[in-house]
């Protein structure tokens, strides 16, 4: 499972979940970005969410 962002290649590590459209899964790069706009939830997949924890 890879991030959804466009060309970016890492693994997904966290679903966000969006309010205004589908939830995605992205790395902990782009859920450090898009996490911080209103209403989105970041949540760490559970294999792995301890790559968030640095
Ligand atoms: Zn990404």
Known sequence: MEC????CD???AVELH???TDNR???AAHA???GRRDGVVAD???E????LLE
Not at 4 to 7: H, I, V
């Open 32 to 34: 450090r970005v898009l």
């Open 44 to 46: 760490p997949l559970p």
């Open 25 to 27: 899964l992205v790395c």
């Open 4 to 7: 959804s962002e466009d060309d």
């Open 48 to 51: 792995r969410g301890e790559d």
């Open 18 to 20: 969006v309010p205004w």
């Open 10 to 12: 890492r693994p997904a």
